[in-house]
C-alpha cells in the first residue's frame, strides 16, 4: 500500500465532516427562514393574501432538511425555489426595481450561501466542476443584482419643458430679485428667483461661501423636539434668521457676520410638538424717515404666541408697537396651557395689517384653545380685527367675561395675499380633534380643511373652497397657497396633503380647473357623519393608485409577509377609508402628505409647477376611552407633562368618545422600515398650461436609511419622506434640501436630473432662498435637522456660492 494514501485521505475525510457542518448550518438557516415564512404564509391565506410565502416556505424547510443531510439535491431545490421566486416575482410587480427588492435579493443572497457549501458536500472529480459552477451563478445573479437596482435611480421624462415666455405680473408689494423679502420670495409665495448667475452648466462649481452657528440648540428638557424649518430673508445688506427658540439674528448677507440678535427668551415649556421657526415678516412704515427708528421692522411670532416688532436695522424693540414692541396674541382665548396655542409661521403683512394664525397642539382636547385669525396693526400693534367663525359678529377682542370659541379650526401654516385685493387667502385646520367628528358644529364643518380668503380690511370671509366634507383624516391644509396668472386670470395654485392640486380664480374661489367628485368609503364609528362623495382634482394630483397588497414591502420576504397580513387585517377601501375602533384603518396618502408646509414652486415665465411630495399611508386605530384612560392617554397639561407632546400614536382626544393611535408612515415596529415599497417621496414637474406632468422622480436617497435605524450609506434613490419646500430659478434650476439624507441638491428643471449635491451639517428640512450681494448670487439653507423626520440636529445656516473671481 502507498505510504501516503492514508494522510490524504484522512484529509480528505477532515474536509468532508468540516463541509457537512457549514452545510448543515446552512441548511438550518434554510429551513428555519422557511418554518416562518410557511407558519406566517397559513396566516396569510386565511386572511386572504398571496399562497406564495406558504408554498416557498414548506419548500425551503424541505431544502433545508435535505441539505442538513448532507444532500446536493437540497442546494437544487433551493435554486428552483429561487428560480420560480424569481419568475413569481417579475409577474407579480414587473420590472420596479424597489418592489423586486424584498423578493429577489434575501433569496440570492441566500442561495450565494446554499452554493457555496455545494462543492464541499460533493465527492470525488465533480467538486471543482460544481465549484466553477457555483462562482459563474454568483457572478450572474450579481450581475441581476446589479440589473434590478439600476432600475430605481432614472427620472421618468414624459414631456418638454414649456419655452420661457412672459413673466405673470406679481400682485405682491414686494418681489424677489437681488432681495429675499418674504418667505415664499414674496407673499405670492412662488419660490421663484429672477437670477441667473448659477446655471445648470456652472452649478457644479458651487462652494460654501460662509457658514454660522446660531447657538439655538435643544436644552436636556427639549431634546427631541427640535425642528428648525426656517426660511432667512435678505432685504437691502441685511439676512434675517429665526431660530427654532424663536431668537432673531441679522448677518451680513455677504459674510455671514453677525449684526444683531433679538432674544424673546421662549421657555421651554412653550415647545409645542416641534420648535420651529419657520420665518419672519418685513414691513415698512409708509412716509416714515429713513432714519426713524423702527422705519423699517421685523414682525414675527414665538412659540409662546406673542407677536414681535423690532427695529430692522438695530434690532430693538418698537416702543409703539403693542406693549414694549410686542402683543399677546393668547388674549381672549381663555385657558391656555403652556405648549397649547404657538406661532412658528410669519405672518403675512397685506395694507399695513398683520395677518396671523397659530398652531393649536394636536390630538390633546376636543375644546382646545380656539383656531380665531386676527389682524394687527403693523405699526401700532391694535388688534384691528379678529376672525372667530362661531362669532361673525365680533369684530375686536370677546366681550367681557367670554371667550373665542375653543376648539375651532386653526391656520398653523403660512397665508399668501394679494396687495390689490386686498386678500389673504388662508390654510385652514380641522377642528379640534382630527378624527372624530361628531361634536363639530355648522361653522367650523363649513370652514375646516378649506382655504379661505379674508378680507383684510374688515376681517370678514370673502369665499371659500373646501376640499373635504367633514375631514377625519387629518387632511388640513398645510401648504400656502401660490398666486398666479392663469389663462389671463388672477389666479393661485392650491396643493393639498391628499395630492391634489387646483387653481382657483383669486377674487372669487371659482375653480378655473376641473372638479370631480368620487365615491368615499362609508362607516367607521361614525357612520351617519360621513359624506357619501369627496371632491378630487380631475387636473392634476400627486396621489398615486390604491394601495393593493403587491405594494407591502420589507427588506425581505419575511418581513414584506408580515406587512401583507397586516394590510390584509386592516379596513381599506381606497381614498378616504374612515378610523376605525374593531381593528386598524389605512389613510393614503396620510397626513404629511401628498403637499404639506413645504408648498410648491412656480417658475411664472416658463409656467411650470415643481411639487416635492411625501408617498406613504397611515395605519389607524381609534380607542375607546376607557382603554385610553387604562394607557394612560390624556392632555399634555395633564398626566403628560413633558414638553413636544406626542403627535400620532397615544393622541388623548379628550372630551370625545375614541382617543387615537396613529403610525405615520405604516412603520414594522421590529426593523423600523415602512410596510409600502418605495418610493416615499418624490418631486415633480408640472405644466400649469395643460396640467400635464413633464418629470417625475423618486426624492432622496437611501444613504442615512436602513433597517433598525442604522445608515445603510447607499447612494440609491429611494425617494424618502420630505419636508420643506423648493426654489425655482430663472436660469432653469430647483434648489432643494428637505429629503431625509441630509443632502442640498440643484436639480435639473428640464429633465429632473440632478447636477450637484452637498451633505448638510443637519437635516435640511427647510426651504432654501436665493439673493444676490455685490454682484454675487448665494444659496442659503438652515440645516437644523428635524426630530419628527429623524434628521441630525444642527444650528448651522449654510452660504453657497459660485468661487469668488
Not at 711 to 739: D, W, Y
Request: proline residues 8%.
Amino acid at each position: 500500500m502507498d505510504a501516503t494514501a492514508g494522510p490524504t485521505a484522512a484529509s480528505g475525510r477532515g474536509s468532508t465532516r468540516q463541509g457537512g457542518v457549514l452545510a448543515a448550518i446552512v441548511g438550518g438557516l434554510v429551513g428555519l427562514i422557511g418554518l416562518i415564512l410557511a407558519i406566517g404564509g397559513v396566516w396569510l391565506v386565511a386572511v386572504g393574501g398571496s399562497p406564495y410565502y406558504l408554498i416557498a416556505g414548506i419548500a425551503m424547510v424541505v431544502s433545508g432538511w435535505l441539505l442538513i443531510r448532507g444532500r446536493v439535491a437540497g442546494a437544487r431545490l433551493y435554486a428552483a425555489i429561487v428560480a420560480l421566486t424569481i419568475l413569481w416575482a417579475f409577474w407579480e410587480v414587473g420590472t420596479n426595481g424597489w418592489a423586486l427588492v424584498p423578493r429577489v435579493i434575501a433569496p440570492l443572497v441566500l442561495l450565494v450561501a446554499v452554493l457555496l457549501v455545494v462543492p464541499s458536500i460533493t465527492h470525488g472529480a465533480h467538486r471543482w466542476r460544481k465549484a466553477l459552477v457555483s462562482i459563474a451563478a454568483i457572478v450572474g445573479m450579481t450581475a441581476l443584482g446589479g440589473v434590478v437596482l439600476g432600475q430605481m435611480n432614472r427620472p421618468r421624462v414624459l414631456a418638454t419643458l414649456p419655452v420661457s415666455g412672459r413673466t405673470m405680473g406679481d400682485p405682491a408689494q414686494m418681489q424677489a430679485g437681488a432681495d429675499w423679502p418674504a418667505y415664499g420670495g414674496s407673499y405670492s409665495a412662488r419660490r421663484f428667483t429672477p437670477l441667473t448667475q448659477i446655471t445648470p452648466a456652472n452649478v457644479n462649481t458651487l462652494e460654501r461661501a460662509w457658514t454660522i452657528h446660531t447657538g439655538d440648540l435643544p436644552s436636556a428638557e427639549a431634546k427631541g423636539t427640535y425642528g428648525a424649518e426656517n426660511t432667512p430673508l435678505k432685504i437691502g445688506d441685511t439676512l434675517y434668521v429665526c431660530t427654532p427658540k424663536s431668537i432673531v439674528i441679522a448677518l451680513d448677507p455677504a459674510s455671514g457676520q453677525q449684526r444683531w440678535r433679538y432674544d424673546p427668551q421662549v421657555p421651554d415649556s412653550a415647545i409645542p410638538y416641534t420648535a420651529a421657526c419657520r420665518g419672519v415678516s418685513y414691513f415698512a412704515v409708509p412716509g416714515a424717515a429713513a432714519g426713524d427708528a423702527c422705519a423699517t421692522r421685523i414682525i414675527w411670532g414665538t412659540l409662546d404666541a406673542h407677536i414681535f416688532a423690532i427695529d430692522a436695522r438695530s434690532g430693538r424693540p418698537c416702543e409703539g408697537f403693542g406693549t414694549h414692541g410686542r402683543v399677546d396674541a393668547k388674549i381672549g382665548m381663555g385657558d391656555t396651557p403652556p405648549g397649547f396655542v404657538s406661532i412658528n409661521s410669519p405672518p403675512t403683512i397685506v395694507r399695513g395689517v398683520v395677518v396671523t394664525g397659530h398652531q393649536v397642539l394636536d390630538g390633546q382636547d376636543r375644546w382646545a384653545p380656539s383656531g380665531v385669525i386676527q389682524g394687527f396693526d403693523a405699526v401700532t400693534g391694535r388688534l384691528r380685527w379678529a376672525w372667530d367663525m362661531m362669532h361673525p359678529d365680533w369684530s375686536g377682542y370677546p366681550p367681557a367675561g367670554q371667550t373665542w370659541a375653543r376648539g375651532t379650526p386653526n391656520m398653523w401654516t403660512i397665508a399668501s395675499g394679494d396687495e390689490q385685493l386686498g386678500l389673504v387667502y388662508l390654510p385652514m385646520g380641522n377642528a379640534a380633534a382630527d378624527y372624530y367628528s361628531s361634536l363639530r358644529r355648522p361653522p367650523e364643518n363649513a370652514f375646516a380643511t378649506s382655504l379661505v380668503a379674508l378680507d383684510v380690511t374688515t376681517g370678514k370671509p370673502r369665499w371659500r373652497f373646501q376640499a373635504v366634507r367633514k375631514d377625519v383624516w387629518d387632511y388640513d391644509f398645510g401648504a400656502q397657497a401660490t398666486l398666479v396668472d392663469y389663462r389671463g386670470t388672477p389666479a393661485l395654485v392650491l396643493p393639498s396633503k391628499q395630492g391634489d392640486m387646483y387653481i382657483l380664480d383669486r377674487r372669487t374661489g371659482r375653480a378655473l380647473t376641473p372638479v370631480g367628485t368620487i365615491r368615499a368609503p362609508g362607516g367607521g364609528v361614525e357612520p351617519q357623519e360621513r359624506s357619501p362623495f369627496q371632491i378630487v382634482s380631475n387636473w392634476h394630483t400627486l396621489r398615486k393608485p390604491v394601495l393593493t397588497e403587491r405594494d407591502m414591502w420589507g427588506m425581505s420576504p419575511i418581513d414584506q409577509m408580515i406587512c401583507r397580513i397586516q394590510f390584509r387585517k386592516a379596513r381599506y377601501e381606497g381614498f378616504f377609508t374612515p378610523p376605525n375602533t374593531d381593528r386598524r384603518s389605512i389613510t393614503y396618502p396620510g397626513y404629511n402628505g401628498g403637499t404639506d408646509w413645504g408648498g410648491v414652486a412656480v417658475d411664472p415665465q416658463r409656467g411650470v409647477i415643481v411639487a416635492n411630495y411625501n408617498d406613504m399611508p397611515n395605519y389607524t386605530r381609534l380607542v375607546p376611552r376607557a382603554r385610553a384612560n387604562e394607557l394612560g392617554w390624556a392632555p399634555r397639561n395633564q398626566a403628560r407633562g413633558r414638553i413636544g407632546g406626542a403627535e400620532g400614536a397615544g393622541d388623548p382626544q379628550a372630551n370625545t368618545p375614541y382617543a387615537v393611535d396613529v403610525n405615520a408612515g405604516w412603520r414594522m415596529k421590529f426593523t423600523g422600515m415602512l410596510c409600502k415599497q418605495p418610493p416615499y417621496g418624490g418631486i415633480r414637474a408640472i405644466d400649469m398650461a395643460t396640467g400635464k406632468t413633464i418629470w417625475d422622480r423618486p426624492f432622496g436617497t437611501a444613504r442615512t436609511n436602513g433597517p433598525f435605524g442604522i445608515p445603510s450609506m447607499l447612494p440609491l434613490t429611494i425617494g424618502t419622506p420630505n419636508n420643506g419646500g423648493a426654489v425655482v430659478t430663472a436660469s432653469g434650476l430647483i434648489f432643494i434640501a428637505a429629503a431625509t439624507d441630509n443632502l442640498i441638491r440643484a436639480i435639473d428643471l428640464a429633465t429632473g436630473e440632478t447636477l450637484w449635491t452637498k451633505t448638510l451639517p443637519g437635516g435640511g428640512q427647510a426651504t432654501p432662498m436665493v439673493y444676490e450681494q455685490g454682484g454675487r448670487e448665494y444659496l442659503v439653507i438652515y440645516a437644523g435637522g428635524h426630530h419628527f423626520m429623524e434628521t441630525p440636529v444642527s444650528d448651522q445656516v449654510i452660504a453657497y456660492a459660485l468661487p469668488a473671481r
